[in-house]
């Protein structure tokens, strides 16, 4: 294995980032600009592909290996408890996976994105942001300590940043991404402090060093606050309860930025970032616990609210949140496997449906409505065929990708020591929504009559470089779940082994057991397949065949209906009891009591004082010389005294 | 008893740059009025001896019956001196050139001060410190009032020569009531029967007088007031040169002197350092904020600097000297490029030199007010430039040797510097104006300046690169 | 312990008699014809009091410091010359260093006309 690889990987985007960042501006050339940003990434892929290759050919044991590139701060003394952070690369079986996610998918995207952003006067920002994007969250997954994982996530939380409001000159662009980023600073807050307790419990950052001392010790409460502060930060950056506002506002930015931030890869990293600490969580059941039903209620929670959306993004964005939420439950019934490998999946198949999301808004001019929107398919037949397909997946119908891995979370969910059968309720619940959602967009988008202007809008298919990677998602959205077929239905359930290793301290700490194949398992995933064809037949018939249904149900229960279409008022509700408070105490009495008077005071105060200070002190440089000896004599004497009498 | 020649042969670093130095004496001498000829020997002696300086940053050894070091430590310490004298040589063509007062004697001056700061640097007995110090001054007396028609310039060198030779009579004092107590002059001799010595109270004096005659050298309080009529009036880039290389050197010798051999943790003159340390700081940075022209701001500036570094020597411990080589590497490139600057910016008779002057320059010269605000952001100490590295290493080594409050004092006034170096940056960008600069930059010197930006952002970035070298030197 | 100086003391003590017993037979024996201008403190002309800001030519200033830096040269060979055996090859080589030096000094300031009075 060539030592550097890991090096390699990180560079490209870098390189791209600089590169463009520096004189982007001054290529004229569209072509270029997106060689160059989509050609560093999809080289960065390539090199992961052929390292990924090479582990393959290694022993289980020997595919980890760490890149320590230097010292980044150290704090001197050689003792157990300095404080030392190096900038090392960590590739094991999970870091390998998220990078050829991150790279693969991000690779499609950008590829993508040059016919996307075709003509726009930012199109170079674009690429610079994007490629910057794919290296901070390189540096999030590869990242062997906390600390340089946590410049990762900072990383991309800017990134995201910079493009929620991308589109600078509308001011809801910009509320986005203030929202974004300060719901963000809530989260990274507990990650923070996560990190301290860590510290001082670990006297290191380092994940060897921590996870090394944790798998020694006994489940106890500094754990638990550990994992919970570690948990608030993946809350943010995840979009979980009670975080998530951000994203749907989210979806302000360009869309193959809603594909590949706010969907396919950073909005995980709360997802890699509990599985990588899987042995700390392991040590706090109860956090697990927590974390669980936190899970499961933002996956129905979210998907609840996507029933009603009228903005094709914004019901991809709530489908994500709860996606998301199963990811978690995952994590907190110890499915760390299964997680990770729904957290793939759905890199595929959600990563395709906004791409195709943006190929309808493209083709529709900028329009998001889906209510005015109907019979698409006929202009947009390959993003018709790509959308149906993810749709398909995410709905969980066999053998799509979706559907082994939400299949393996319910499962664990029902069976594992730490699930429970009420979770699994709700889990198998969400599912039926979710299909049902997915079908209704489906349903609106695309089939039934057009319902938009034929005069102003005229709908086109997207070009080459967009529908392309659209296929191939596709494809991946199919396969995608062959590496995780379960022993029940004869498979190897390949990404279990090869995760093996990862969570094998955790799995021991938890002491869990392998189950042999039990007949429930058969009859739970016939629950669950049975309840997603209903809920897409059921879709179709309401959306499609007895559209006079949707309208009287909408009258017949008003009262909830309104509930969902303002997202649980939610936003309201934070607006009232934290926005505006915070904001009034912050002008009332922060800015115009402590600020102004205290702090102001206080400052100016002390500035006043300073400057007299310095006005006096000034005097004495008279520049006459003798005065300067005067001086010097008498600090001399000074000195002496101290050094003789004291 | 072995032959001086392999001595010679084995102390290049400064052999080498006083050859260099002899050499472009001759040359000079011998053609008339071609200071271009100069100008490059002195900077191929420069890089020739940095080559050797480099080669030698492994181990140490002593040489001339232990009077000198070469090798590790002392030549660390050569590279900043070579840096800063590198860097200002750049700048002085250009400057020179403008006020008509380019000369060839100006750069073999710089070098033979040079090589008495690689002397003070390698010094393993006090009358080689005697002898780098005097060698360093004598130059410096004469650069500072190089342009001599200009009664400034006239002025500050005579006050730097006449303080100076106030401050030689206390080392020399010093240095006899040491060999008076001690019995030896040489410094690990000294160093061994420290312990004993500490309770001596004569002896306690003689260090006091070195206390004394270093502090003069690095312009703390309240042995500074040479500084700010001293930079005014000399050559901006020997301003420069002083503030930079001179320190550092200073520093060298202190770090030798008083954490190397010495072991004053806890004694009575750790508690004297300190309280210059804390003076120093609280003088400087205070005065700085009343001050309109940049060279008087910088001088109180280098004044505050010279506290930060003080209290790394104040306590006198690993974390002291690694931060004190780590702020001096870190120190010297921001205080150059600034006073480098400002030397484009002037004009003759001392005009363009106050802040209003600055009024708008991001405008009219973008990359030299970014070159500016990188500097003024580095010496504030606000990361990721080295500056704040340089500043959180020696208040952890105070905070480590129990003198929290030196810390606390030196965080609060660092507060109160971000202030004056801030205007500046806020002047250049948010301020209209019609700040220019009348000629061109010349092309090396721009260069030059660059790099040391350069050099401020990676090690900012990346600080163990110089720490981990660094470490290395302790007690040898 | 002070016997050893008593030599020094006797010859302190008759140097400063020889110049006492001298100055006071002078005044004792010597014939006086005092004038105004012999009771001035120079009688060579030079004005006793008057303002000490009298400017003196540069070359003054040039001579007195080369003959200062050369009379150091001498006052370093004086000793070197008498120990030269004992110093050995290192006294020797130290020694060629310093006039080397010296010399390119002297160069400078020949190739630069400082030797010049005019």
Known sequence: MVAYTPLIIVLFPLLGFLFLGLIGSRIKNEKLIGLIGSGTVGLSFLVALGLFFQMTGLHPEERKHVVELFTWISAFTGTASSFSVSVAYQIDQLSILMTLIVTGVGFLIHVYSIGYMHGDPGFWRFFTYMNLFIFAMLNLVLADNFLLMFLGWEGVGLCSYLLIGFWYEKKFTGDAAKKAFIVNRVGDFG?????????????????DAVFGRAAVLNPNSTMVWITLLLFIGATGKSAQIPLYVWLPDAMAGPTPVSAL??????????????ARCSILFALAPATLEVVAIIGALTAIFAASIGLVQNDIKKVLAYSTISQLGYMFLAMGVAAFTAGIFHLMTHAFFKALLFLGSGAVIHGMHDEQDIQKMGGLKKYLPTTYRTFVIGAIAIAGIPPFAGFFSKDEILWKTFSGEYGSVLLWVVGALGAGLTAFYMFRLVSLTFEGDERFD?????????????????????????????????????GGNTIEHWLEPVFAPANDKLRLTSHSVEWTEYLLMFISVGIAVAAIYAARTVYLKRAELAERWKNKYASLYKVLLNKYFVDEVYDKTIVNPTVKISEGFLWKGVDVSVIDGAVNGSAKLVALAAQGIRRIQTGVMQQYATVFVGGIVLIMIWLILK | MNNYLTDFWQATPIVSLAIFALLTLIVDAAGKDKPVLSYWMSLIGIVVAAGFSVASLGASTPLFNTMLAQGGYSSYCNLIFLGSAFLCIVLSRNYLERLQYHRGEFY????????????????????IIFLGIELMSICLYVLAGFIRKKEKANESSLKYFLLGAFATGFLLYGIALIYGTAGTTNLALIGKSFPQLSHNSLFMIGAGMLIVAFSFKVAAVPFHMWAPDVYEGSPTTISAFMSTGAKAAAFAVFVSVFIRTFDIGGTKLSDVLAIIAAVSMIVGNVTAIAQNNLKRMLAYSSIAHAGYMLSGIAAGNIEGET?????????????????????????????????????GLSSQHPAVAALMAIFMFSLAGIPPFAGFFGKYYVFLAAVKAGMTWLAIIGVLTSLISVYYYLRLVVLMYFRDGQASIEEKVSAPAMAAISCAALFLIVLGLYPSLVVDIAKGFFKI | MLEGYIPIFVMLAGGAAFGIVMVKLNELFGPKHPTEEKYTTYESGMEPVKSARERFSIKFYMVAVLFILFDIEVVFLYPWAVTFKGLGVNGFITMAVFIFILLVGYYYVWRKGALEWD
């Open chain 1, 191 to 207: 990650f923070l402090l996560g990190m301290f307790l860590i510290f001082v419990n670990f006297q290191s950052l380092n994940f």
């Open chain 2, 323 to 359: 931060g004190i080589l780590f702020y001096l590497s870190a120190y010297v490139f921001m205080n150059i490029g600034a006073f480098g600057i400002i030397s484009w910016m002037e004009q003759q008779d001392d005009k363009k030199l106050t802040f209003d002057d600055y009024a």
């Open chain 1, 261 to 274: 931030i706010h969907a396919a890869t950073m909005v995980t990293a709360g997802v890699y970032m509990v």
């Open chain 2, 108 to 127: 073999v001056l710089i070098i033979l001060a040079t090589v008495g700061m690689m002397l003070m640097a390698a010094a393993l007995d006090l009358m």
């Open chain 1, 454 to 490: 034929h005069h102003h809008v005229h709908p086109h298919e997207a070009p080459k470089t967009m529908t392309v990677p659209l296929q191939v998602l596709a494809f991946l959205s199919i396969v995608g779940g062959f590496v995780g077929i379960p022993a029940s239905l004869f």
